[in-house]
């Protein structure tokens, strides 16, 4: 599968950004997704997940509450709404494919800029 971020931007403190992860071919709904973000000097982190079906979704501990991972299999795509944006949530951010929960992931897309200004 490929995948293709985007929707990433400038934004203020206390702002809102929705991501998108457009996925090519037709087996995304087999596939967990994951989204990491890497900021500059920064190991790349974990931000959040959702398996196949939607069912079950997984958070950082430092976006849970103001960040919500979905996913439309219909339209091949994961998305990623991130509310209440602070400075610290500036960074690149990457989806990921897998096909099992738990496992690692296999498939990665290209990054997308989120910078929120204090």
């Known amino acids: 599968v490929q995948l293709q971020a985007s929707g990433g931007g400038l934004v203020q403190a206390g702002g809102s950004l929705r991501l998108s992860c457009a996925a090519s071919?037709?087996?995304?709904?087999?596939?967990?997704m994951g989204w990491f973000r890497q900021a500059p000097g920064k190991e790349r982190e974990f931000v959040a997940a959702i398996t196949w079906s939607g069912g079950n979704t997984d958070y950082a501990a430092s976006v849970k509450g103001r960040f919500t991972i979905s996913r439309d299999n219909a339209k091949n795509t994961a998305y990623l709404q991130m509310n209440s944006l602070k400075p610290e949530d500036s960074a690149v951010y990457y989806c990921a494919a897998r096909t099992k929960w738990n496992a690692q992931y296999d498939y990665w897309g290209q990054g997308t800029q989120v910078t929120v200004s204090s």
């Open positions: 071919g037709r087996t995304f709904s087999s596939y967990d």
